[in-house]
């Protein structure tokens, strides 16, 4: 079958494609909605209705929507009889809790929406044996604080503004005043009713669909159906609550603001602040659930760390008197907060989980200082999470979120007489984006942005991403179980597909780029490259691929020595994996769920600030952790921790078939063994890993030893001693090059450790040379992330991919005894001989738990068993002009002859050559023995049961064939 790329387009774009479009029917659904026979205590509002220009607004009235109705269901099931109305008119519905939506999405966020009014399911009652209250999804939280009061004196994890609905809230999760203590909203709710899309009412628990239990807490708010009634996890107050209001002038600003991220740090559980930061000053207010005693010393080094402050109120007194405090009622109650709620406003926010760079810092206070024209206020609020919002009793899709330090609003407001809908201020709208987007630049708490939720912004970047992270695939694939028809839709709702998914083609304006990886030498055309968001997005584009029988190429990083993640040939579908860049920590099992599309360097990152852990990796930031993971990934903490390949504790692929597939070593074993060392492109597409990670020494130390030039053969003999008898925690690479032979050691432990465990090498650096002092040598002890980005050489945040770009051609080989006399002398001449050539050489030291740890299950990694280190040889040249296919004649002549040399002078003998599959080579004689060895007819066997039609190929993947390594191709 003859096969186009245009054809590929098509099916790709239909099988990626969400629902048809189908035209509304406004009548229909009014004539619908006015049949319903239900309680008649339900109220329903059309366009015609005297209340309609009131009813259809939210509390932030910049929006000026125009809703098909507003319904006001009084029971469930007069709930689900709309909701089959608006469904079998394709009618979008908005749940409305408090109408609090940053974006007015509770308005439906366009016009034409039916908009779902709870204010008539304000049902409560509370369980004192279990302390379970039934709350009705729109209750306020005011009064809801009251009727829970009274109930026994008991409280909520939920927010300070009286007005706002715990329906929504609860559902983004639901940051409050004593979430510190007890958590997000969303951690405390153990049971919900709900109205699913099609009308059905479902209890929803840990028990009882569970898939929805786990979205709907963090990710449910107005994308999956509607909530009416929750069951809450009530706590009694303690006897005294203790509330503070610390004012600080504004020359303050920098330690103010750097004491209150130590703060939320240090501060105990009980405590819980918020900070507000305008043009004059800053207001820290401090809620704490206990004694004005125990209060202060809470606070007595934020306010040693600023100076203190005089203009301060400390009051004790009931969790009640802190709720109305906090609530700012201005003369109203809990019961019946009276102050005027609506506004002109746009907000934004971000979550760190670092403190603020100074960079970041500059930026707030010049926005803050300098308030835009026409505002009425202009400021920012800072929260601080931790303590119980970061250790939640139960998974939930908020997961994404813990770990975060502090998170921030910026919020404009202007206009005091609240007239009319739609009121615009300009210099206002023009400072909040400009505001945001020097913040959103300036980012320095990880690779990506992160943001709550619940303060949503429809200009936020990748917003789904920052919003959900790694929670994203999973609740895609629970909206498309519940709501195929996307009946509860608005321009953030959680999608039927991912949003990012970006499909390539030759025609397009990113292709002559985009098909590049990090070797340019290569210039394949591949058939198309697509970016998919989610999981089920590459399942789609796999299924396209096989129909046409396209081969597909992995790509994580796009560094195969070959240009194997561009398919190694023209014709190709190419999945880069970049959007799957999900992350999440369990820190009770020390499981890190990663995905495939992640890079080296952003790994690390996120591995230090989920709790300063880490993974044996490679040493490159721009890598990506999926090729290198399956084809071994060999760094410098292998000696200690393993290869990386060892630290795989599960792995999502999909396969030739387009099916998801979870491989462990208790699910396809065979696929789970042959994944882990020979898995880069051959079997299926991984899309996420689950890692064994380790908690960080206190202590790193760098060192690097130089050795005269001339002294190589004897840094070279003595390689297979050290990988025997130095300490495992010490790992070294050897770098050799024209001019230079460097031993650079990377040590677990402290300076004086270091230079202790690396006698042997300085030892032989003294004899063969002057000897050297401590001040002479290259070293410093410092954090593992220090050593990680000593040896990357570039921000492991945020590495320049483009940077890694160059031509090459790398070799490798392994070896499991010393080198020969000829074989050194063959690497001297390969890094000393040609004039015109970029050559050096690297030696890798293997041993000590490159071995396969006794608790790590086999896998097709084994046959490296033994290795003591590892030969890298490059040969390298340059374009100015950065142009894919340049080659170098002389270059490559040169590694073939050296290659040619060292194959014949292998100690082992020729036949028995092996060489480290990553560093891949096109040219190496019997290559797939010399990578695979005994495990090849294993991986030949696994190829032919998972990828029958060799849709996953290139020309040294695992072949289909008994006999040799010929491809099967169709």
């Not at 460097?742 to 090498?761: R, T, W, Y």
């Not at 066997?941 to 020309?955: G, L, Q, T």
């Amino acid at each position: 079958m003859h096969f186009k790329w245009t054809s590929l387009a098509v099916i790709a774009a239909a099988a990626l494609a969400g629902i048809d479009t189908v035209e509304a029917s406004p009548a229909g659904f009014v004539s619908c909605m006015q049949n319903i026979k239900g309680s008649p205590t339900s109220k329903l509002v059309i366009s015609s209705s005297n209340t309609y220009n009131t009813e259809r607004f939210g509390f932030n009235l910049i929006f000026d929507y125009k809703p098909v109705a507003i319904y006001h269901p009084a029971t469930a099931a007069d709930a689900a009889s709309a909701i089959k109305c608006a469904a079998a008119n394709n009618i979008n519905v908005a749940p409305r809790s408090g109408g609090h939506s940053f974006e007015g999405y509770c308005e439906g966020g366009k016009d034409g929406a039916l908009v779902m009014d709870l204010s008539l399911m304000q049902q409560f009652s509370l369980d004192p044996t279990t302390g379970i209250a039934s709350i009705g999804a729109g209750s306020k939280l005011g009064p809801l604080y009251a009727k829970l009061w009274n109930a026994g004196q008991y409280l909520i994890a939920a927010g300070t503004c009286p007005s706002v609905g715990i329906g929504g809230h609860t559902l983004g999760g639901g940051l409050g005043m004593v979430g510190r203590k007890y958590g997000m909203a969303s951690d405390n709710v153990v049971g919900m009713t709900f109205v699913d899309p099609k009308g059905n009412i479902l209890t929803v628990n840990a028990s009882t669909n569970k898939d929805l239990f786990w979205a709907l807490r963090g990710g449910g708010a107005g994308s999956y159906g509607l909530v009416t009634e929750f069951q809450i996890q009530a706590h009694k107050a303690p006897p005294q609550v203790t509330t503070m209001l610390l004012n600080f002038p504004i020359s303050k600003y920098s330690e103010v603001i750097d004491a209150y991220a130590e703060l939320g740090q240090q501060a105990p559980d009980e405590l819980m602040a918020e900070m507000n930061v305008g043009k004059s000053g800053l207001q820290v207010q401090v809620n704490y659930l206990g004694p004005k005693t125990d209060a202060e010393a809470a606070v007595s080094n934020f306010l040693a760390r600023t100076g203190g402050t005089k203009d301060q109120t400390v009051k004790e007194g009931t969790w009640y008197d802190a709720a109305t405090q906090w609530g700012w009622l201005e003369g109203g109650t809990l019961e019946n907060p009276i102050a005027g709620d609506n506004r002109y406003a746009r907000g934004r926010s971000l979550v760190y989980r670092k403190p603020m760079s100074k960079k970041e810092k500059d930026i707030l206070k010049k926005y803050l200082t300098k308030p835009p024209k026409g505002t009425s206020a202009s400021y920012i609020i800072v929260d601080i999470w931790g303590g119980k919002v970061n250790k939640p009793n139960a998974p939930s899709a908020f997961d994404n979120h813990r770990g975060v330090l502090y998170g921030i609003e910026f919020i404009s407001e202007w206009g005091d007489h609240l007239s009319k809908p739609g009121v615009k201020c300009s210099e206002c709208l023009s400072w909040s984006q400009n505001f945001a987007k020097e913040m959103q630049k300036a980012y320095s708490s990880g690779p990506t942005l992160e943001a709550y939720q619940n303060y949503i912004e429809r200009d936020m970047p990748n917003s789904m991403n920052a919003y959900y992270g790694s929670s994203l695939p999973r609740l895609i694939e629970i909206k498309k179980a519940v709501d195929p028809n996307n009946v509860f839709s608005y321009a953030q709702s959680i999608p039927l597909k991912s949003p990012q998914t970006l499909l390539v083609t030759p025609t397009s304006t990113l292709y002559p780029t985009d098909r590049l990886g990090a070797l340019l030498e290569f210039d394949y055309k591949p058939a198309a490259i697509i970016h998919p968001g989610s999981v089920a997005d590459a399942a789609a584009a796999i299924q396209c691929a096989a129909y046409w029988n396209v081969p597909v190429a992995p790509r994580s990083g796009g560094h195969s020595y070959e240009g194997y993640s561009e398919g190694g040939q023209d014709g190709a579908l190419v999945i880069d994996l970049n959007l799957l860049q999900q992350f999440d920590l369990d820190s009770k099992t020390g499981v890190a769920t990663v995905g495939a599309g992640m890079r080296i360097g952003p790994l690390y990152a996120n591995l230090w600030q989920a709790g300063q852990y880490l993974i044996p990796a490679g040493t490159c930031p721009t890598v990506g952790v999926g090729g290198q993971a399956l084809g071994g990934g060999l760094g410098f903490l292998s000696r200690r921790y393993g290869i990386l390949v060892h630290s795989i504790v599960g792995l999502t692929m999909i396969d030739a078939t387009g099916n998801i597939r979870r491989v462990s070593a208790s699910s396809d074993r065979d696929l789970f063994w042959a994944l882990r060392g020979a898995g880069g492109g051959s079997f299926g597409l991984v899309t996420e890993f689950q890692f064994r990670v380790y908690k960080a020494p206190p202590k790193v130390t760098t060192l690097t030893i130089r050795f005269a030039r001339n002294t190589y053969k004897s840094v070279l003999a003595s390689l297979a001693t050290w990988a025997r008898v130095l300490s495992r925690d010490l790992t070294a690479i050897t770098y050799m090059d024209r001019n230079t032979i460097d031993v650079k050691i990377n040590f677990l432990g402290s300076k004086e450790q270091a230079l202790m465990a690396a006698q042997p090498i300085l030892r032989l650096r003294n004899s063969t040379g002057p000897p050297v002092s401590l001040g002479d040598l290259d070293i410093a002890e410092g954090s593992w992330y220090d050593a990680a980005t000593h040896w990357s050489g570039h921000p492991l945040e945020d590495p320049d991919v483009n940077a890694g770009r160059s031509y090459i051609k790398g070799r490798s080989l392994v070896y499991r005894q010393s080198l020969t006399d000829r074989e050194m002398e063959i690497i001297d001449q390969f890094v000393t001989s040609p004039p015109n050539v970029i050559t050096y050489a690297f030696f890798e030291l293997w041993g000590g738990n490159c071995d396969r740890p006794t608790h790590v299950a086999p896998s097709a990694f084994d046959n490296h068993h033994g290795v003591l280190f590892g030969i890298q040889y490059v040969s390298g040249w340059s374009d100015p002009n950065l142009t894919p296919g340049v080659t170098c004649a002389q270059c490559l002549e040169w590694s073939n002859r050296t290659a040619q040399a060292l194959d014949a002078a292998y100690g082992a003998g020729p036949a028995h050559l092996e060489a480290y599959q990553n560093y891949i080579d096109r040219d190496l004689p019997n290559a797939l023995h010399v990578y695979y060895g005994k495990g090849l007819p294993r991986l030949k066997r696994i190829k032919r049961e998972v990828d029958p039609r060799n849709v996953f190929r290139f020309p040294q993947s695992i072949p289909l064939s008994r006999e040799s390594g010929q491809h099967c191709g169709q």
